[in-house]
């Protein structure tokens, strides 16, 4: 019984590990052997077009499909280097771009400049660029590029864009500090244009927000003073030039006094985005200083003409 068993094991593990090679080596010899010595009959020709055939067809997809993977990764590689190209294109692109815009923007305040210079051609004037401002989203105190060795003084009012900025607080060899007319601590003497009526403005950093400075103490005993009144610096300011444009009242009403109005105007300057401004190299005091020696000029050139 045990000798049954062992035969049946070793028919078993024959059939599994050797069939498959030796029917491949059995159809390949006769396929061979057929070949070599010339006879060819009709059943091995039929069973050689079984085996041959199909492989032949094989290897022949599988040759098309490789030349087709082939194909696919040069397409590949041609689509990768075609992409880097033009990313290199849109980026050089983006660059010019980018230089065109900042080129145009500088334009513009160029020819702002240009206009306020004209504008107030009558005072002298040095521009500057913006190099540090405070913390915080507005110029409310700043630092600009000039100082004393360009004539730049304590008390120079600045201006940009159509309007005020502030006044220079602080003076170095080649750099100044100005305390733009938005800051809490700003107080500017000014007057109505249509009926010179005297007010105060003052900053306000929440009102800002919405592009506006706070209007005080305005005497406008005729109710002559509306929307949309351009408010200027003041005569009587001893310490700003005077007519240089603030903004546009746009709200007013009467105070608890019924002496004065209260209300708020609008700025044209842009303080969020400062970046080059005008220094005005004369003070008010120096105006002052000068008609005063006009005045005293005139008054003795007339008792010398008196005496004679």
Not at 52 to 77: A, C, M, R, T, W
Not at 96 to 101: A, P, Q, S, T, V
Not at 176 to 193: H, K, L, P, Q, Y
Request: include cysteine; charge should be negative.
């Amino acid at each position: 019984m045990k000798n049954l068993k062992k035969k049946f094991r070793f028919r078993i593990n024959l059939k599994s590990k050797h069939l498959l090679a030796i029917m491949t080596f059995f159809c390949g010899s006769s396929i061979v052997a057929t070949f070599a010595s010339g006879i060819t009959t009709a059943p091995l020709q039929d069973t050689a077009g079984l085996l041959v055939v199909p492989f032949e067809k094989s290897i022949s997809n599988i040759g098309e499909y490789l030349e087709k993977v082939k194909k696919g990764f040069q397409d590949k590689d041609e689509l990768i280097a075609e992409n880097e190209k033009l990313k290199a294109q849109i980026e050089s692109l983006t660059t010019e771009n980018n230089k065109l815009l900042q080129d145009q923007g500088e334009l513009v305040r160029l020819q702002e400049m240009y206009k306020l210079d004209e504008e107030y051609a009558d005072y002298p004037k040095v521009a500057a660029k913006i190099i540090s401002k405070d913390p915080g989203n507005w110029y409310d105190t700043f630092m600009i590029n000039k100082g004393s060795n360009d004539g730049i003084r304590i008390d120079n009012n600045v201006i940009a864009g159509k309007g005020l900025v502030g006044i220079v607080t602080e003076v170095g060899p080649s750099w100044a500090t100005v305390r733009s007319i938005i800051d809490d601590s700003s107080n500017v003497s000014a007057m109505t244009v249509s009926t010179s009526d005297n007010c105060m403005i003052s900053g306000d950093l929440e009102l800002i927000d919405e592009g506006k400075l706070r209007l005080e103490q305005l005497y406008d005993q005729e109710n002559k003073v509306t929307v949309g009144e351009r408010i200027v610096t003041s005569n009587i300011s001893d310490k700003y030039m005077e007519g240089i444009f603030i903004g546009y009242v746009s709200e007013v009403t009467q105070d608890a006094n019924n002496l004065t109005k209260t209300g708020t105007i609008v700025t044209p300057v842009d303080f969020q985005h400062l970046k080059d401004v005008l220094v005005i190299t004369t003070n008010k005091q120096d105006n002052i200083q000068k008609n005063t020696s006009e005045k005293t000029s005139d008054g003795q050139a007339e008792e010398k003409t008196d005496e004679k």
